[in-house]
């Protein structure tokens, strides 16, 4: 078992305890922290920070040690999430312009300066992604066996073949589209990769035509084996893309014309759903967001990406039909939209993937703190006892989901089970929670589902979910008006000795199985009274109409949960006045929320030593003289995307866990319903004390730390120590401890 680094927070001694209890038990009031006013310059951008975010998820991709597909799949990654920054963020922004808002955001600059600092940040990343591409990820393919060709470079019998195939596969999908007096330029959908086509003949000189690539089918497309022979075992793989077959075969969607050339462009659009919950067709939300989710491909063009083939005055003539300006406009020397190279992450490669892993089954936490009599794999005892006789922790990906999974199943088929509830925020195409839940719906169960239908690129699958289970009788709420439900939160209410009792799962995560095997997230099982209490009204007020405010354990956003943060940042101060012990640690996705940020800042100021994990959007400077000298800012990405909230307070050794769903951003503390629940357990709360937290402040390698100009560089190795790599550590932890 690995020790304690030292950065980790330190226990307190029986007499220290004794001291930081009675330190704590200062009147109320002495924890209300005066907040220093927050200077443009001690905001970091909040857009600006997510670009270098999504730089060192480009930088994961440029990692000359990792295996070649898992960096194609950062490429991919990286263009997927540019995509739906531009969709909602700098949709935002853009509006701002049209609207004429000048005024200075937190940071001090106006939406005009900040939009042009976008541009250019944002062109530097596609013009980094796209040389890694031409001149690193591509050859390397090709060396392996995993070919990218283009048309010219294929013999005369492959050209045939993929004749062959476009005239039976991809031509009778294709609609031509001219544009003429009599044809106006036709609507560019949401994401679509396109070709302008330029075309001549005698009578009318110069037109162009628009010719959509086809979502439904694959992107790149395998180069057929001439003359029907099987491929050979170890021959390479190859491929073109779609849109070069395509372009290729112009000629065939107009006959009688001269093709004088084609380009490709990929158009992003305004994508933001605004609901207005105040109009009296609101009142049914289910059809609002269908509604609004049909509207979603007409939003206005946010960016324009084209590549450098394209002349200017097709540029010009393009952005002019597509109501878009030079502000929107990108230009890339390689492929477009290459989110396209998922397709070959699923190549049955595992040379040159990482090495699979199976997750455990929950086990003990630590070998040095529980018995071989407490180890267990379920279920081989009976779930409901086993949480009775303790809470149970669970680190995903590295315990099983299925954990989570097996909860709700058994307790669907348990004739004892008179009540589930849950909380569904983004639960995939291919849920295994789905089936439980309509399983367990019968005269004697209550199933009751809160699914959130303006989850962010989701409600499609959600809507489609809700309907499903209120097809099967399952009782489906959508939530609060004007906030989107967040927590993750799972009743069972079981009959048991003539009496009931209630049995929660709360997570940081969400409940998607197939994410789940890729997002670090931890969660709780617990019987607690307490807490499953507090569980059991919030639920009420989530279906119902009531309107509790107060709980015994959870801090409950909206209301309540920015004060307890304050509340107990401004307490940690007040105990290192008296002990000189204050400790801080958070790990979370984004910091954001201006006061919450000043609060750190007044810690920091009053000598609190602060750590910050942050995967990514982090607007608080550290490291300023006079502000943030006690605050450290690191960020992991890695081969898990790092999602859990997990929030410690020293207390002077009298010390305090809490895990939740919600981030330190204004959406999550004043427009979501977020919970944020403790660890309290002593088992748990020292396994992520003295085991998960120290081992994330030790890792070297998948961590960069925010310098006080806002640059993040990877962490300096010191002579004659190994990298540590906590991520791939943790895998071995979690075998190992069974």
């Known amino acids: ?60 991709a440029q990692d000359q040690s990792a295996p070649l597909l898992e960096r194609v799949k950062f490429a991919a990654i990286f263009a997927a999430n540019l995509d739906e920054f531009f969709m909602i963020r700098v949709a935002s922004l853009k509006r701002k312009l049209t609207a004429g808002i000048a005024d200075p955001g937190a940071d001090g600059r106006t939406p005009t300066q900040q939009s042009a600092l976008l541009k250019s940040a944002v062109q530097q990343l596609l013009e980094d992604q796209a040389k890694l591409l031409r001149e690193d990820l591509f050859p390397k393919l090709n060396s392996a066996g995993i070919q990218i060709l283009r048309m010219a470079e294929l013999k005369k019998k492959e050209i045939k073949s993929l004749q062959d195939y476009f005239e039976r596969d991809i031509f009778p999908v294709l ?51 001439p003359d029907g022979n099987e491929p050979v075992e170890g021959s390479p793989l190859r491929y073109v893309w779609l849109e070069d077959l395509v372009a290729a075969n112009l000629s065939q969607l107009f006959p009688g014309t001269e093709v004088v050339a084609s380009y490709p462009f990929h158009v992003n659009r305004d994508s933001d759903i605004d609901v207005d919950e105040d109009e009296d067709e609101a009142r049914d939300l289910l059809i609002v967001m269908e509604r609004q989710l049909s509207q979603r491909m007409f939003g206005s063009v946010v960016m324009l990406m084209v590549d450098t083939s394209m002349p200017q005055d097709v540029r010009e003539w393009l952005a002019e039909q597509l109501h878009s300006s030079d502000r929107d406009l990108y230009i890339v020397n390689g492929p477009l939209a290459v989110e396209s190279l998922f397709e070959l992450v699923r190549l049955q490669r595992p040379d040159l993937k990482d090495r699979v892993f199976t997750p455990s089954p929950l086990g003990r936490l630590s070998d040095a703190r529980t018995s071989e009599e407490e180890s267990f794999h379920w279920p081989t005892r009976d779930i409901f006892s086993l949480i009775r006789e303790r809470d149970i922790l669970v680190h995903h990906p590295y315990h099983s989901f299925n954990a989570v999974t097996e909860f709700l199943r058994i307790a669907a ?21 789905i089936p439980s839940l309509i399983e367990a719906r019968d005269d004697d169960t209550q199933v009751a589902v809160l699914m959130e239908v303006k989850a962010r690129f989701d409600e499609e699958n959600n809507i489609a979910w809700a309907h499903e289970l209120e097809h099967h ?11 989107k439900t967040h927590c993750k939160l799972t009743l069972v209410v079981r009959r048991e000795d003539d009496r009931l009792r ?18 670090e997230d931890v969660g709780l099982l617990s019987a607690r009274e307490d807490i499953s209490s507090d569980v059991s009204e919030l639920f009420n007020v ?7 405010e107060s709980y015994r354990k959870l801090w409950v956003a909206p209301r309540h949960l920015r004060q307890r943060f304050l509340e107990k940042i401004g307490r940690e101060v007040a105990v290192h006045k008296q002990t000189g012990k204050g400790r801080l640690i958070f790990k979370m996705n984004s910091l954001v929320d201006r006061e919450l940020i000043r609060a750190l800042y007044a810690a920091s100021q009053a000598g609190v030593q602060i750590d910050l994990i942050i995967r990514g959007i982090c607007c608080l400077r ?11 800012v690191r960020s992991l990405v890695g081969r898990f995307l790092e999602h859990s909230r997990i929030y410690y307070f020293g207390n002077g050794g009298d010390d305090e866990m809490y895990l939740g769903s919600a981030d330190l951003m204004e959406r999550n503390l004043d427009r979501r319903v977020e919970v944020v629940f403790p660890i309290e357990d002593e088992r748990n709360k020292a396994h992520l004390r003295d085991v998960v937290f120290p081992a994330y402040l ?15 560089q990877p962490v300096q190795v010191k002579d004659g120590d190994e990298p540590f790599d906590v991520q791939r550590w943790f895998i071995e932890l979690y075998q190992y401890i069974l």
């Open 175 to 225: 609609t031509p589209q001219a544009v003429d007096r009599g044809r106006r330029f036709p609507h560019v959908s949401n994401q679509s990769l396109n070709l302008i086509v330029v075309l001549r003949t005698q009578e009318t000189g110069s037109r162009f035509a628009r010719v959509k690539i086809p979502a439904v089918l694959d992107r790149l497309i395998p180069i057929p084996i």
């Open 1 to 60: 078992m690995a020790s304690k680094v030292d950065q980790a927070p330190q226990r307190s001694s029986d007499s220290q305890r004794s001291s930081s209890t009675k330190g704590a038990s200062i009147a109320h009031e002495s924890y209300a922290l005066v907040l220093p006013p927050l200077s443009p310059d001690l905001y970091i951008n909040r857009e600006l920070s997510w670009v270098a975010f999504n730089r060192r998820v480009l930088e994961e």
């Open 473 to 483: 009788g399952v009782h489906v709420a959508y939530g609060l008006e004007g906030l």
């Open 502 to 519: 209630r049995y929660v799962h709360l997570s940081t995560g969400n409940y998607n199985a197939a994410t789940a095997r890729v997002y």
């Open 542 to 548: 989530l279906t119902g109409f009531s309107k509790q």
């Open 413 to 433: 088929r348990d004739s004892k089970v008179v009540a589930i509830k849950q909380t569904l925020y983004r639960i995939g195409k291919d849920s295994p929670l």
């Open 622 to 632: 550290p490291g300023v003289p006079g502000w943030s000298e006690t605050i450290r």
């Open 698 to 712: 030790r890792d070297t390698v998948n961590t960069r730390i925010l310098l006080p100009t806002g640059v993040y």
